[in-house]
Each structure stands twice: as C-alpha cells, then as structure tokens.
C-alpha cells in the first residue's frame, strides 16, 4: 500500500511564497500522473495543476504564471512552487498520485496541508 504525506503549507502574506511537497511511501511499480488540488471552505474540491510521467504540466488559469509543478521520480515526490500568494489561495492542498500497483492504477490522496494567505 502507498500513502502520500504533504510538508510545506502554512501562514504567508499576500505576494509571499510557498513550496509544496508530496513524497510516496511504500512500494508500487510505477507513479503515472501526478497532480495538486485544493479545497477552500464551501467549496468543492478543484484541480490546480498536474504533470505527468512525461512531464507535460496542466494548471488553472487562476495559477499559471505563479505556481509550478514538478516531480522527482527517484524520490516518488511532487512539489509546487507557489509565488505571488493571493488571499484567494487560501485552502487546504491536496496532492494526488496515480500508482500502479500490480495491474491497477489506484488514485491515491494525501491527508492535505493548510495554506494560508493573509496579512
């Protein structure tokens, strides 16, 4: 079984920066996409960017300039880097990854980490 554990949420002011990571624990064939998403109080779920095996990245308008994704193989890990943090941001983040374990891919979550944008 793998589980996924998010480090690098917190408090920052507006215009500040972050950097997110995601690091898999436990043994799997292979990661095939992985991704961020984020939930804010009220509102549902919602994808903020993906890369995949290829790294070929994908990120909602409301990001692109500002966040980036990457992935470490060797370190079965994904980062976002977060700058120009707006209040908007604020939600709790969630990283995703698709595991092939066996000869099933599994969509796994992590537990999620707070960020939090204000002054």
Known sequence: QVQLVEFGGGLVQPGGSLRLSCAASGTCKSIYDMGWY???????????????SGGRTNSAESVKGRFTI???DDQKT?????????????????CNMEVLLGVI???????????????
Request: net charge positive.
């Open 38 to 52: 984020r939930q804010a109080p009220g509102n549902e779920r919602a994808l903020v960017a993906t890369i995949t």
């Open 70 to 72: 990457s992935r470490d």
């Open 78 to 94: 994904v980062y976002m880097q977060m700058n120009n943090l707006k209040a908007e941001d604020t939600a709790v983040y969630y």
């Open 105 to 119: 891919v599994h969509p796994t979550w992590g537990r999620g980490t707070q960020v939090t944008v204000s002054s």
